[in-house]
């Protein structure tokens, strides 16, 4: 049996890129402060030191240059690892991402991939200045040619990154910044990988299927606990990819239940749990007692402090939801 250790969502992602940069030398990781200083979150602490500056670069602060210099490098045989300090500061590399990254496969059929990771802290709930608490992964998921992944625990975040920076194509790897050091989880000493684009069963239940993903599980999982305590039983999905979508399992999940509440701290409008939504009313419309509830933030951009936790879906909210879903 393999040896474990405890580790925290931070540690976790940290443990993953030392064992890859160890293992493969093509592997160079790329950002803002991420050599000396060790990040923003000192997710990279110590990297630098261990395999050089020109194994771990720190880069000016554009975000747009350097994005497309590892794009660049993964079309010449390199497997970048790229840190954007908050998911907010993508922006402008998001025309490299999608005019770029997205349509290399296709726009050279084939001939060139681009095996390209971007790792962005993302979500409100830490009190962060404006534009450092954006959630606005439903940006690429629109896109193909992008995967997204977004763990919410610290076994799946080690597995999944490992899996994403073997994949030859980009990803991008949202990393919930409530969830850096919130949880703690035994988590396996050598290589394992989590695939991507299969979901989790976080708790098995009868009367409602509860979908979330990133910091919002947390959130779904309390609010599961609250409902037990009325006598509903709750089956909890940890999405961790949202591109590509685990269909089958949630599929699966919502024909069981019949009713369905999405969780997501974006803004409500163009969200990926609008796309779930429109799914299971493609793929499971007669087997639904209710219509799909949504609990997401709300249509502005994410508030100042004092307002902040009135802005971010609660356990309370979800459980009104799913009283709500479950009466209907």
Not at 13 to 24: G, K, P, T, Y
Not at 101 to 124: C, E, N, Q, S
């Amino acid at each position: 049996m393999a040896a474990t250790k405890t580790m925290t969502l931070a540690q976790a992602i940290h443990d993953a890129l030392r064992l890859m940069l160890r293992e493969n030398g093509d592997i160079v990781l790329l950002g803002e402060d991420i050599g000396r200083n060790g990040g923003v979150f000192r997710v990279t602490d110590g990297l630098q030191a261990e395999f050089g500056e020109e194994r771990v670069m720190d880069t000016p602060l554009s975000e747009a240059g350097f994005t497309g210099m590892a794009i660049g490098m993964a079309m010449a045989g390199f497997r970048p690892v790229v840190e954007i300090q908050f998911l907010g500061f993508i922006y402008p590399a998001y025309e490299q991402i999608m005019t770029h990254a997205a349509r290399m496969r296709m726009r050279t059929r084939g001939h060139f991939t681009v095996p390209l990771v971007i790792r962005a802290p993302y979500g409100a709930g830490v009190r962060a200045p404006e534009i450092h608490s954006d959630s606005t992964e439903a940006l690429f998921t629109h896109m193909p040619g992008v995967k997204v992944v977004c763990p919410s625990s610290p076994y799946d975040a080690k597995g999944l990154l490992i899996a994403a920076i073997e994949d030859p194509d980009p990803v991008l790897f949202l990393e919930p910044m409530r969830c850096y050091r919130s949880v703690r989880e035994e988590v396996p000493d050598g290589k394992y990988t989590v695939a991507i684009g299969k979901a989790r069963k976080r708790r098995e239940g009868e009367d409602v299927t509860v979908i979330a993903w990133g910091a919002m599980v947390p959130v779904a999982m309390k609010a599961a606990d609250l409902a037990l305590e009325r006598g509903i039983s709750v089956e909890v999905i940890d999405l961790r990819t949202l591109d590509p979508l685990d269909e089958e399992t949630i599929i699966a999940s919502v024909k069981k239940t019949g009713r369905t509440v999405i969780v997501q701290e974006a803004p409500a409008t163009g969200g990926v749990a609008s796309d779930i939504a429109a799914l299971i009313n493609e793929e499971a419309f007669l087997y639904q007692e209710a219509p799909v509830a949504r609990v997401t933030g709300y249509d502005v951009p994410v508030p100042f402090f004092a307002y902040e936790d009135e802005y971010l879906p609660s356990p309370e909210r979800v459980l009104a939801a799913i009283e709500r879903t479950v009466r209907f």
